[in-house]
């Protein structure tokens, strides 16, 4: 598996592949973002993760969410002006006040998980200090999260990867609504199982995906973001796991 970009929505952050800890001010005052390409998965073989940042996907997403995070964070304030810039809506007013039909929507719902989550790594700074950004060697994304993971290190910047998760939401909301669909919530039946019965043939591995960092020496995760899904997958695999949950 890579720990780059791959499959497995994970992508390096740190002193592994020589990107520097996610700077969303220097983005938004026009920094260029570092360019990166995929690699072979031996190249991360030797490789040893030792505290994780962990993005959350679609679904994670609650009106209020954000409010406290903004009054409390001057930085996650200015990320939500700048997103509202290039979205053309207040995405902030939507996070906090709705209405839950809109937020859920997936056109909305994407950017607003994307920015509430790297709003949150501006939580952390905030209340552990830089040392606590400095000491995250790896980043993973379950779904949408890739985006976040691919911002936070330094792939692309804060601007460009919401153009593209606003596009990516677009699409997909347009797909939804021109063809009828349904969502199956599947609880209590073990993960092979599940891809075995749906003949899933592009699998996120989300588990295989936290079991390999944690073979790897994986110490300490942080869920940056809105929810708590992850933490749960992450105590469902090991409960002595240690996961922080800085929520937006």
Known sequence: MSLAISAQRCALNGRAAAFKPFAPSLSIRGRKALSVRAVADDAFAAYKPTVAALFPGQGAQSVGMAKDLVAGVPAAKEMFDKASEILGYDLLQLCVEGPKERLDSTAISQPAIYVASLAAVEKLRATEGQAAIDAIDVACGLSLGEYTALAFAGAMSFED???????????????????????????????????????????????????????KGLTKSYEIGPGKVIAGIIKRIDKAAAVVNITA
Do not use: H, N, Y
């Not at 153009?163 to 939401?169: C, E, I, M, P, T």
């Not at 021109?178 to 588990?207: F, N, R, Y």
């Open 161 to 215: 990867g919401l153009r593209l998760v606003k596009l990516r939401g677009e699409s997909m909301q347009a797909a939804a609504d021109a063809q009828p669909s349904s969502m199956v919530s599947v609880i209590g039946l073990d993960s092979g199982k599940v891809a075995e019965l749906c003949k899933v043939t592009s699998p996120v591995l989300w588990e295989d995906t936290i079991k390999t960092l944690m073979s």
